[in-house]
């Protein structure tokens, strides 16, 4: 297929990107290069692959980029609650208006494969949330990718997945996701200082959530319509088993509890992967396998920050 994705530069885009070249696929990327990472350098010479670099808001850019496309993966985004408070309106364009605009441009039969976050679902300590749990978003980065979630789905032709929070290797290193920055700091400071620890988080492996987009792709007709929560069915942990997963292989890790500190999406959570299991899909790296991984990247990007904020 042909496909357009925006934000392609970003952290999944670009893990997703290589993955659905090597599939056979045709990619068009549109990013406006917001963190001027040269993520997408490797694959400069797929003559399946091209690149324009502008934003995904202006439809005079979005339209003519769209033209080819059979599908759209819309990841552009402000991602992040942090990163949405310090600039709403932006946060609001990018997130929302910019799927208003993509819905309106695109023709009826061009597929969209929509990235929303399982924060959505907001704070529900004592309960299993599934595709049926009303969304109760508590940030502005919450909001804004719930209500595009329910445009593309309105809008007929398209899927959402609901992902957990995302960890591993990726062209476009972000420490600023919960796995990632806990293996960062127990490599760096050989210390996690953990604020809420009873709070419970699911997670997943980038490299599954851009098979999770590849399996949408090939099995479009009966997933249409629809949402998924796409994450680690044995990885609905609280913050401390996280990081006594990661003393398992940083044994001199000590960790500690805070009064302090508070998450601004007051994520706390278990979530079923039930259903987009139920259709054959299953995850290929474990939490473990990320947490050795992301030690082998702390030895290669060593004190560089990669954060959304
Ligand atoms: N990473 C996660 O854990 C996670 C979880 C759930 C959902 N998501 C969703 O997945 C998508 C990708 O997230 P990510 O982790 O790769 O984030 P990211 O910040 O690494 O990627 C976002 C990309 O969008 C680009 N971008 C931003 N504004 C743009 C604009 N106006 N025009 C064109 N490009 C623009 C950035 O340059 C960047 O390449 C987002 O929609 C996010 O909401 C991510």
């Not at 696929?25 to 502008?54: C, E, I, K, N, W």
């Not at 009303?134 to 909001?143: C, E, K, M, Q, T």
């Not at 609280?238 to 994520?267: C, F, H, Y």
Request: charged share 25%.
């Amino acid at each position: 297929m042909r496909l357009l994705i925006t934000g392609g530069a970003g952290y999944i885009g670009s893990v997703l990107t290589g993955m659905a070249l090597e599939q056979g696929h045709a990619v068009t990327v549109l990013d406006d290069l917001s963190f001027q990472q040269d993520s997408l350098l490797s694959l400069a010479h797929h003559p399946r692959f091209d690149f324009l670099q502008g934003d995904a808001r202006n439809p005079d850019v979005l339209g003519p980029s769209l033209e080819q496309a059979d599908a759209v993966i819309p990841l552009a985004a402000l991602v992040g609650a942090p990163a949405c408070d310090v600039d709403p309106d932006r946060a609001t364009s990018v997130n929302l208006d910019a799927i208003r605009t993509l819905l309106e441009l695109r023709r009826p039969e061009q597929r969209v494969l929509f990235a929303n976050t399982n924060s959505g679902y907001g704070s529900h300590p004592d309960a299993v949330c599934t595709e049926e749990t009303p969304f109760a978003p508590i940030s502005l980065y919450g909001r804004t990718k719930v209500e595009a979630e329910g445009l593309v789905l309105e809008s007929g032709n398209g899927l959402a997945f609901r992902l957990a929070t995302a960890f591993g290797a990726s062209p476009r290193m972000r420490f600023d996701l919960l796995v990632n920055d806990f293996v960062e700091q127990a490599h760096r400071e050989g210390v996690l200082v953990l604020f809420e620890s009873g709070f419970q988080r699911n997670f997943i492996h980038v490299r599954d959530i851009a098979r999770a987009f590849l399996f949408g792709l090939e099995n479009f007709e009966s997933m249409e319509g629809q949402t998924f929560n796409v994450g680690l069915s044995d990885a609905n942990l609280t913050k401390l088993e996280l990081a006594e997963r990661i003393r398992r292989q940083v044994p001199r890790l000590k960790i500690l509890e805070s009064v302090t500190g508070r998450d601004p999406d007051k994520r706390d959570y278990l979530v079923s992967n039930d259903k987009i299991e139920s259709l054959g899909w299953r995850p290929s790296y474990s939490l473990d396998d990320g947490i050795a991984e992301l030690l082998k990247v702390c030895r290669l990007m060593p004190r560089r920050p990669y954060r959304n904020i």
